[in-house]
């Protein structure tokens, strides 16, 4: 996660450096907070003018649900970077006897699992944040509707870039069930997620033409 303390140039030179986190998980997540903050940029905008004031109680609403999706993606960029580090410890571990490899084998499995959990928590807040900027591009502020389109990109990459996380870490599930799971509710959400923000960005793209 990016601290308070830390500038986001700073973070940046951490993710072009050669350690391992942050990340594609770090910066997926960053890419849903961006997109979480545009449209509680679009909301504020929006909130108390008299165009928009039948919209009034929903953009409140969304003011509330952006902060909180913002708030949630920056958890994960942590949660991320915590899940991390035992597995890569994990693939360090010796393998030169059948217990070594037993051990290396549980301890791997369960950090495969703890490190599935961020970027698919990810790919759920991703789906909530395009609701929203489903609704904006219908009582959001017409001045600020290209920051609608720009969320819808950054949302997308969010849940595009956590995929890429979910299917490297639960390929190597041995439990069946829910590496099962976890596939199939990734490819649902990204399937969704690719409909969904090629249509509404293509929606945003057309009113921006006239």
Do not use: H
């Not at 391992?20 to 509680?40: E, K, N, Q, T």
């Not at 006897?97 to 037993?102: C, K, Q, R």
């Amino acid at each position: 996660m990016i601290s308070y303390e830390q500038r986001i140039t700073d973070w940046m030179e951490d993710l072009y450096s050669k350690q391992p986190v942050p990340g594609g998980g770090g910066a997926s997540a960053l890419a849903g907070a961006m997109a979480a903050s545009l449209d509680g940029m679009v909301a504020n905008l929006t909130s108390g003018k008299k165009k928009y004031a039948e919209y009034q109680e929903r953009i409140e609403e969304i003011l509330v649900k952006s902060a909180e999706l913002k708030d949630a993606f920056l958890r994960q960029m942590e949660e991320d970077k915590i899940a991390f580090e035992p597995l890569s410890k994990a693939y360090s571990l010796p393998k030169n006897t059948p217990e070594e490899l037993e051990e290396r084998d549980r301890i791997m499995q369960a950090a495969l699992l703890a490190a599935t959990r961020p970027p698919m928590e990810m790919m759920r807040l991703g789906t909530k944040t395009v609701d929203l900027c489903e609704e904006l591009t219908v009582c959001g502020s017409r001045i600020a509707i290209s920051d609608v389109g720009v969320s819808l990109a950054m949302a997308r990459s969010a849940v595009e870039g956590a995929m890429m996380n979910v299917v490297i870490n639960a390929r190597l599930l041995k439990d069946e069930a829910k590496k099962e799971a976890y596939m199939k509710e990734a490819e649902e959400i990204l399937a969704d997620t690719r409909e969904r923000t090629a249509r509404l960005y293509e929606v945003v793209y057309s009113s921006l033409k006239g």
